[in-house]
């Protein structure tokens, strides 16, 4: 109960200080993330990034279909390999927008 007593006194203070700095203040951190997440060095980490988890992931379901075999649903290896095939012909996009190259 305690725990609830102070994520809900928590919850109103964060609150009431989040209307005190009103629509300003959002604005001006809403600018402040759009040009971060526009920033060429940003964009380019993000993409690495994504590029790599696609590779481990890969070599993760290799080695663990090789592990399990049959075992693996029908459904979600099918999955996994639609993600392979857009992701090798290197044109695609993720679900986040970026392309794969």
Do not use: C
């Amino acid at each position: 109960m305690r725990y609830r007593l102070t994520f809900v006194a928590g919850l109103a203070l964060g609150y009431v200080l989040g209307t005190r700095a009103g629509r300003e203040r959002y604005e001006q951190l809403k600018k402040s993330a759009r040009q971060i997440a526009q920033n060429p060095a940003v964009r380019n980490t993000a993409e690495t990034a994504a590029q790599q988890s696609r590779q481990y992931a890969g070599k993760a379901f290799h080695t663990v279909s090789d592990k399990v075999g049959d075992r693996v649903p029908a459904s979600v290896a099918q999955r996994v390999r639609s993600l392979r095939e857009r992701s090798v012909d290197g044109t695609a996009e993720d679900d986040w927008g970026t392309s794969n190259t």
